[in-house]
Protein backbone atom coordinates (compact mmCIF):
# COMPACT_ATOMS: atom_id res chain seq x y z
CA UNK A 1 0.00 0.00 0.00
CA UNK A 2 1.68 2.94 -1.38
CA UNK A 3 0.28 6.51 -1.13
CA UNK A 4 0.51 9.33 -3.26
CA UNK A 5 -1.15 13.15 -3.21
CA UNK A 6 -2.92 14.31 -6.54
CA UNK A 7 -2.98 17.68 -7.17
CA UNK A 8 -3.00 19.27 -10.57
CA UNK A 9 0.62 20.50 -10.66
CA UNK A 10 1.89 16.73 -10.02
CA UNK A 11 3.00 14.53 -12.43
CA UNK A 12 1.13 11.30 -11.78
CA UNK A 13 2.13 10.36 -15.48
CA UNK A 14 5.58 9.52 -13.94
CA UNK A 15 3.75 7.11 -11.22
CA UNK A 16 1.70 5.73 -13.77
CA UNK A 17 4.94 5.26 -16.37
CA UNK A 18 6.62 3.57 -13.37
CA UNK A 19 3.98 1.01 -12.43
CA UNK A 20 4.15 -0.09 -16.19
CA UNK A 21 7.97 -0.91 -15.44
CA UNK A 22 7.03 -2.63 -12.60
CA UNK A 23 7.10 -6.85 -12.58
CA UNK A 24 3.22 -7.75 -12.92
CA UNK A 25 3.69 -9.88 -10.04
CA UNK A 26 5.20 -7.22 -7.39
CA UNK A 27 2.05 -6.75 -5.14
CA UNK A 28 1.62 -3.48 -4.51
CA UNK A 29 -1.99 -0.43 -4.46
CA UNK A 30 -1.22 3.31 -4.89
CA UNK A 31 -3.85 5.22 -3.52
CA UNK A 32 -3.96 8.64 -4.89
CA UNK A 33 -5.27 11.46 -2.29
CA UNK A 34 -6.67 14.83 -3.12
CA UNK A 35 -8.98 16.34 -5.28
CA UNK A 36 -7.53 17.67 -8.58
CA UNK A 37 -8.96 19.01 -11.88
CA UNK A 38 -11.65 16.76 -12.98
CA UNK A 39 -10.09 16.51 -16.59
CA UNK A 40 -7.18 15.77 -15.10
CA UNK A 41 -8.21 12.87 -13.06
CA UNK A 42 -10.25 11.30 -16.08
CA UNK A 43 -6.67 11.68 -18.31
CA UNK A 44 -5.37 9.40 -15.41
CA UNK A 45 -7.86 6.96 -14.92
CA UNK A 46 -7.65 6.44 -18.89
CA UNK A 47 -3.84 6.12 -18.77
CA UNK A 48 -4.31 3.68 -15.95
CA UNK A 49 -6.95 1.68 -17.79
CA UNK A 50 -5.78 1.73 -21.16
CA UNK A 51 -1.70 0.45 -19.17
CA UNK A 52 -4.12 -2.31 -17.78
CA UNK A 53 -3.25 -1.20 -14.22
CA UNK A 54 -6.36 -0.50 -12.81
CA UNK A 55 -5.76 -2.99 -10.12
CA UNK A 56 -2.90 -1.07 -9.15
CA UNK A 57 -4.19 2.44 -8.41
CA UNK A 58 -7.13 3.33 -6.43
CA UNK A 59 -8.35 7.24 -6.26
CA UNK A 60 -9.92 8.71 -3.07
CA UNK A 61 -10.49 12.09 -3.84
CA UNK A 62 -10.75 15.02 -1.55
CA UNK A 63 -10.56 13.35 2.02
CA UNK A 64 -11.34 14.73 5.28
CA UNK A 65 -9.30 12.19 7.30
CA UNK A 66 -5.59 11.95 5.37
CA UNK A 67 -4.75 9.91 8.73
CA UNK A 68 -6.51 7.10 7.75
CA UNK A 69 -4.24 6.51 4.88
CA UNK A 70 -1.19 7.72 6.44
CA UNK A 71 -1.44 5.02 9.30
CA UNK A 72 -2.47 2.19 6.38
CA UNK A 73 0.47 3.09 4.04
CA UNK A 74 4.01 2.09 3.59
CA UNK A 75 6.22 4.76 1.34
CA UNK A 76 4.94 8.32 0.35
CA UNK A 77 5.39 9.33 -2.79
CA UNK A 78 5.39 12.93 -4.11
CA UNK A 79 6.87 13.33 -8.14
CA UNK A 80 6.35 17.28 -8.24
CA UNK A 81 7.79 19.22 -11.04
CA UNK A 82 8.09 21.78 -8.59
CA UNK A 83 7.80 22.28 -5.24
CA UNK A 84 8.55 24.37 -2.34
CA UNK A 85 8.62 22.72 1.23
CA UNK A 86 5.99 19.67 1.45
CA UNK A 87 3.29 18.92 3.93
CA UNK A 88 2.97 15.80 1.79
CA UNK A 89 6.65 15.18 2.71
CA UNK A 90 6.36 16.51 6.58
CA UNK A 91 2.91 14.53 6.71
CA UNK A 92 4.83 11.23 5.42
CA UNK A 93 7.84 11.47 7.75
CA UNK A 94 5.66 12.02 10.95
CA UNK A 95 3.65 8.86 9.88
CA UNK A 96 7.21 7.47 9.63
CA UNK A 97 6.57 6.35 5.90
CA UNK A 98 9.85 6.29 3.89
CA UNK A 99 9.66 8.54 1.24
CA UNK A 100 10.27 9.31 -2.83
CA UNK A 101 10.40 12.85 -4.06
CA UNK A 102 11.79 14.35 -6.91
CA UNK A 103 14.60 16.70 -6.34
CA UNK A 104 13.22 20.09 -7.02
CA UNK A 105 12.24 22.52 -4.71
CA UNK A 106 12.58 22.14 -0.85
CA UNK A 107 12.08 18.17 -1.50
CA UNK A 108 15.69 17.70 -0.44
CA UNK A 109 15.64 19.82 2.63
CA UNK A 110 13.56 17.18 3.81
CA UNK A 111 14.67 13.94 2.00
CA UNK A 112 18.21 12.52 2.51
CA UNK A 113 18.67 10.01 -0.28
CA UNK A 114 19.56 6.53 1.40
CA UNK A 115 18.65 7.89 4.72
CA UNK A 116 14.62 8.68 5.23
CA UNK A 117 14.15 7.73 1.39
CA UNK A 118 15.53 8.32 -2.29
CA UNK A 119 15.42 11.85 -4.30
CA UNK A 120 14.89 10.66 -8.26
CA UNK A 121 15.44 13.36 -11.16
CA UNK A 122 12.31 15.09 -12.34
CA UNK A 123 10.70 12.73 -14.82
CA UNK A 124 13.47 9.88 -14.29
CA UNK A 125 10.82 6.65 -14.86
CA UNK A 126 13.37 4.47 -14.83
CA UNK A 127 14.98 5.39 -11.67
CA UNK A 128 11.41 5.50 -9.83
CA UNK A 129 10.76 2.26 -10.30
CA UNK A 130 13.62 0.96 -8.79
CA UNK A 131 13.64 3.02 -6.27
CA UNK A 132 9.56 1.76 -5.80
CA UNK A 133 10.45 -1.62 -6.18
CA UNK A 134 13.52 -1.42 -4.18
CA UNK A 135 10.88 -0.49 -0.75
CA UNK A 136 8.55 -2.40 -1.90
CA UNK A 137 10.97 -5.73 -1.56
CA UNK A 138 12.30 -4.72 1.73
CA UNK A 139 10.51 -3.78 4.53
CA UNK A 140 13.74 -3.72 6.31
CA UNK A 141 15.09 -0.63 4.46
CA UNK A 142 11.16 0.64 4.74
CA UNK A 143 11.23 0.79 8.37
CA UNK A 144 15.31 2.21 8.91
CA UNK A 145 14.27 5.05 6.36
CA UNK A 146 11.06 5.67 8.17
CA UNK A 147 12.38 6.09 11.71
CA UNK A 148 14.99 8.03 9.97
CA UNK A 149 13.06 10.49 8.42
CA UNK A 150 10.98 10.99 12.10
CA UNK A 151 13.65 11.78 13.55
CA UNK A 152 15.13 14.14 10.98
CA UNK A 153 11.72 15.76 11.52
CA UNK A 154 11.40 15.97 14.97
CA UNK A 155 15.02 17.43 14.95
CA UNK A 156 14.45 20.08 11.97
CA UNK A 157 11.28 20.77 13.72
CA UNK A 158 11.29 21.04 17.47
CA UNK A 159 9.41 23.80 19.22
CA UNK A 160 13.63 24.82 20.48
CA UNK A 161 13.82 25.60 16.86
CA UNK A 162 10.96 26.56 15.44
CA UNK A 163 10.64 29.18 18.46
CA UNK A 164 14.29 30.05 16.81
CA UNK A 165 13.25 30.77 13.69
CA UNK A 166 10.22 32.66 15.08
CA UNK A 167 12.79 35.18 17.12
CA UNK A 168 14.87 35.42 14.24
CA UNK A 169 11.57 36.58 11.83
CA UNK A 170 10.57 38.59 14.51
CA UNK A 171 13.81 40.48 13.97
CA UNK A 172 13.75 41.15 10.32
Not at 71 to 80: H, N, R, V, W
Amino acid sequence: LFLANLIPYKNHNLIIDAARILPKNLNYKIKILGQGNENYTSQLIEKIRLCNLIDKFEFYGSVKNPEKFLSQSQIGILCSDEEGLSNSIIEYMNYKLPVIATSVGGNSELVITNSNGFLIKKGDVRDLALKLELLIRNSNLRFKFGENGFNILKKKFSTKNILHYQKVYSKL
